[in-house]
């Protein structure tokens, strides 16, 4: 079992940025591949960005690149999600989940180990 605590998250003007981080405990942390997905109002769940347990590939939503960052940081057993020039269209709950596995991962469907959840509100 992996338990996964978001924090980090709140209420940003149009144009800010914040930083998610996900704190994991109960398993070695450098095995997990890890994403971000995020869910608005009324919409599915959606991918964000993910990264390989060795930090060296990254996927993100094309509607996040060149704003956000994953990143992480294994020996804090952490991951991060650096928010840049937020939109009121970024508002939604934020969760980080985990796998098992060597790949990046894009699809929610794959991932064993679920947060939850860090409320972003970005008002314009």
């Known amino acids: 079992q992996v338990q996964l605590v978001e924090s980090g998250g709140g209420l940003v003007q149009a144009g800010g940025s914040l930083r998610l981080s996900c704190s994991a405990s109960?398993?070695?942390?450098?095995?997990?591949?890890m994403g971000w997905f995020r869910q608005a109002p009324g919409k599915d769940r959606e991918f964000v960005a993910a990264?390989?347990?060795?930090?060296?590939?990254?996927r993100y939503a094309d509607s996040v690149k060149r704003r956000f960052t994953i990143s992480r940081d294994n020996a804090k057993n952490t991951v991060y999600l650096q928010m840049n020039s937020l939109k009121p269209e970024d508002t939604a709950v934020y969760y980080c989940?985990?796998?098992?596995?060597?790949?990046?991962?894009?699809?929610?469907?794959?991932?064993?180990?679920w947060g939850q959840g860090t409320q972003v509100t970005v008002s314009s």
């Open positions: 109960g398993q070695t942390f450098s095995i997990f591949a």
């Open positions: 990264i390989t347990r060795s930090g060296l590939i990254k």
């Open positions: 989940a985990a796998k098992s596995g060597s790949s990046v991962y894009v699809d929610e469907n794959e991932y064993d180990y």
